[in-house]
């Protein structure tokens, strides 16, 4: 772990910053299936220095529910989704990198979004925000990278969600990265994925407290509950919950008059991050941003998916996918890394035994690190070693 | 298939009669964790006929919510669950065999549970319902064996939550079958499953209308919905459904208003199955039956699970599983299949590479009936061949 200076600060609760920065568009923008955004913001944020040629740029696209705070700075001492991954002497190095994490169009904090307040009109956006797609969300990243004046990023990258949403940067601005990292993600969703994400929304919408999108205050806070509870067993996996919980019991007593409270471990364990999730999450924006994953589809830009491959310039690209991934499975990283080979792209696949399923790049670190840090230093022997198709 | 000649008046939409029969206890029936039931009542159904050495019957369990409605019959021509396993000249061979089919104690089609009146207040149990375990569903079953005059099954047979029974039954009657059927099923519920229940037993308690289970009429019609579709994408598998529906979409336009409705064909597929379910079983039975998958562990029957494995006497167990299965994995069968041969057990597990998940017992017959043809009419060196365990 690189050496923060500023972490220790946090650790006494002393105030907090904010290091989120803004880009406005001055006027219109035109979304990728019809309907404009009238000036809309992209919120993001930002660690290490943009050297003088400009290249040295890394650009990160999140997955739905995380903030542009990957990580912690002196500006915002609070640890980000991906403390370990980005800072000093770490994979992403911010040393060496000057790195950009985006929060997507759609989400809520700090970029335009249902939640957000239409200028033409004065109101909360709510359900007339127009239709959302990740080539919107790339689009958002665009205009910052624009507006910090870099032209060629050194890499674009994204897990999950922010895995498609590299996918939709790169085939709408081919020549803007020079490599491109594809972590727990897919060409499109297939239906089993946008199966539990149409039930996840339909949660949602089925809570009385969403009223038709109308919601004041909380919102429909069980539907919100509900929806993180089974995103929580479409993110982990089996395997790791035998090991963490067995059949364990919780050794308190049934409140009285709820004989199907929770039992078992692995249930507290569901409530507890449900729990934390509420009211962390615009529930209008999640279903905006559920939805545009469920839309995607790499095939929109070629007349194949080796078309849409064929097109983007970066010299390299890394997949990283996950045996144990439930969602997004083991079997769409290879499908991913088939379609650059046919495109005759220089395609590093990794396939990692990891067991906390598609949240394996937040929670098995000693799996991820190597991997990131042998791409970003540039040590191909060693990631070619790695590999599961021959270069 | 057989000929069966009251399919062709099925057709014509003829009357349908009943074939339900009745056990009822004459006294208390005292529970497995403690609590009594009144007089309780255990429907079946029966096929074929009993021989005169009374040495023929075959007892079927069933999954959590089919009714004891296995086959059609002379009696009832409406199609039932395993219409195609259960019948004449079909692999549990009605000509042959004297098959009996139990609804779950705490089921409500024709068993007594949650929904049936307590003869002690006159009033619906509704949650004044004891804890109930798949022990007391076996109990209800080995009541009408004891009834039917049957010292000795054939076999005891189950899918699912019904294999799970099927082993609660054997635990506790270790001599009462000569042969034991565990299909697509486990020893015991682990983290993975219970989480998917729970979730889908949180989704009916969170209904309003389900009124902490004093709910008249209808009930928690949208919790049982949602906690359908949720069985649905956990029963049936992602590589079927990427055969069925691929990315098709639904062609009707949105309902104005609701712009989240559903946009693919695999969510019309889940709204359909979920009206069906609709109405068809009640709430509070759900989850007494959710529950009592979660609690069932077969080692609770000996010191381990070998050494209640070693009390049961039955001389063959057929295990069969399905690669595709997500919710009763194969390596929950392969579990199985190494408690009885380390308890040396004459066991055979079949290991099938149907796509269609948990439901295939229901779904893939190509892939079940010579399988469980093999089993019950005795050729052993077929089902040898099928095995992926040494004998």
């Not at 944020?45 to 040629?53: C, I, M």
């Not at 498609?164 to 020549?175: G, I, R």
């Not at 997004?328 to 990692?352: M, N, P, Y």
């Not at 598609?358 to 690190?369: E, G, Q, V």
Request: aromatic share 10%.
């Amino acid at each position: 772990m690189g050496t923060r200076p500023w972490n220790s600060e946090a650790g006494q609760g002393e105030f907090m910053t904010c290091a989120r920065q803004f880009y406005q568009f001055p006027g219109e923008l035109e979304l990728w299936r019809g309907g404009v955004l009238e000036r809309p913001t992209v919120a993001y944020e930002t660690w290490g220095k943009l050297n003088a040629q400009r290249d040295n740029a890394v650009l990160i696209f999140t997955g739905l529910s995380p903030s542009a705070h990957a990580a912690s700075s002196p500006a915002d001492s609070a640890s980000g989704w991906w403390e370990e991954i980005v800072g000093p002497h770490l994979p992403i190095d911010t040393n060496k990198f000057f790195v950009i994490c985006i929060n997507s169009l759609g989400s809520c904090f700090g970029s335009t979004g249902p939640a957000s307040v239409n200028p033409a009109t004065n109101e909360i956006y709510r359900l007339s925000f127009p239709v959302l797609m990740l080539e919107d969300v790339a689009a958002g990243g665009k205009a910052v990278i624009d507006s910090l004046g870099i032209e060629s990023l050194y890499s674009v990258i994204g897990p999950s969600m922010g895995g498609m949403t590299a996918l939709a940067y790169a085939a709408q601005y081919p020549d803007s990265a020079r490599s491109l990292v594809l972590i727990s993600t897919a060409s499109r969703s297939l239906p089993y994925a946008i199966a539990l994400r149409s039930l996840q929304r339909e949660m949602i919408r089925n809570d009385p407290d969403w009223q038709g999108g109308e919601y004041k205050d909380a919102g429909p806070v069980q539907g919100m509950r509900l929806a993180r509870k089974l995103g929580m067993i479409t993110y982990r996996s089996g395997e790791e919950w035998v090991q963490r919980f067995g059949r364990e019991r919780i050794p308190e007593e049934h409140p009285s008059g709820d004989s199907f409270a929770p039992d078992f471990e692995v249930e507290a364990y569901l409530e507890y991050h449900a729990q934390r999730f509420t009211g962390q999450f615009d529930a209008n924006c999640y279903l905006y941003l559920s939805r545009a994953s469920d839309l995607f589809d790499f095939a929109e830009h070629g007349s194949s998916m080796e078309v849409a491959a064929r097109k983007i310039q970066a010299e390299r690209i890394l997949i990283v996918g996950v045996a144990s991934d439930f969602l997004f499975r083991i079997e769409r990283q290879r499908e991913l890394a088939s379609i650059f080979k046919a495109a005759d792209k220089r395609v590093t696949l990794v396939e990692l035994d990891s067991i906390q399923g598609h949240d394996s790049f937040l929670a098995d670190m000693d799996s991820f690190r190597p991997v990131l840090d042998s791409f970003f230093t540039g040590d191909w022997s060693a990631l070619t070693a790695m590999s599961s198709i021959q270069p």
